[in-house]
C-alpha cells in the first residue's frame, strides 16, 4: 500500500544539488539586494540630474542595465526556490516533511539530466493525493 505521508529518499545527487544551490540562493540573494540598493541610488542620482537640468543618458543607461540584470537574478532566485521547496517538501501542520511526489520526481529527473547520471523515470505507482490535486486545480 502506498502512503503519500512518507517522503521520499533523495539519493546523493539530490543532496548535493539542494546543499549546491542553498548556496547558490543565499548568493543570489544577497546579490539582488546590492542590485536594489543601486537602483534606488541610481534613481536619487536622476531625479537629482533631472533637477540641475544636467545629461541623464549614462545614468539611464547604468539604470537600464542594472534593472536587467537584477530582473534575471531574481527569476534565478525565483526558479532556486521552487526547486528547492520541492526537493525539501513543505512543512506540514504535525511537523513531518510532506514533499509533493510529482514535484520530487520531475526534479530527480532534472536532476540526473542535469547532472549525467541516468536515473530511470519513477512512474507514478500512487495516484496523487488529494492536497497534491488541490495544488494543480
Same mark, same amino acid.
Given at each position: 500500500?502506498?502512503?503519500?505521508? +512518507?517522503?521520499?529518499?533523495?539519493? +546523493? ?33 536622476? #531625479?537629482?540630474? =533631472?533637477?540641475?537640468?544636467?545629461? %541623464?543618458?549614462?545614468?539611464? #543607461? ?16 525565483? =526558479?532556486?526556490?521552487?526547486? %528547492? ?11 513531518? %516533511? %510532506? ?13 540526473? +539530466? ?14 496523487? +493525493?488529494? #492536497? ?6
Amino acid at each position: 500500500m502506498c502512503s503519500p505521508e +512518507s517522503p521520499p529518499d533523495l539519493n +546523493s545527487d539530490e543532496i548535493i544539488f539542494l546543499r549546491e544551490n542553498e548556496d547558490e540562493m543565499k548568493r543570489l540573494a544577497g546579490l539582488c539586494e546590492v542590485q536594489k540598493h543601486g537602483m534606488e541610488d541610481l534613481e536619487d542620482e536622476i #531625479a537629482e540630474a =533631472v533637477n540641475n537640468g544636467w545629461d %541623464i543618458t549614462h545614468e539611464t #543607461a547604468q539604470m537600464s542595465q542594472l534593472s536587467r540584470e537584477f530582473n534575471r537574478n531574481n527569476a534565478r532566485l525565483s =526558479v532556486l526556490r521552487e526547486q %528547492i521547496f520541492a526537493l525539501r517538501g513543505k512543512q506540514h501542520e504535525s511537523g513531518d %516533511i %510532506i514533499p509533493s511526489r510529482h514535484m520530487v520526481l520531475e526534479l530527480k529527473s532534472a536532476i540526473s +539530466s542535469r547532472m549525467g547520471s541516468p536515473i530511470m523515470k519513477e512512474s507514478l505507482r500512487c495516484p496523487p +493525493s488529494p #492536497a497534491e490535486s488541490n495544488m494543480s486545480n
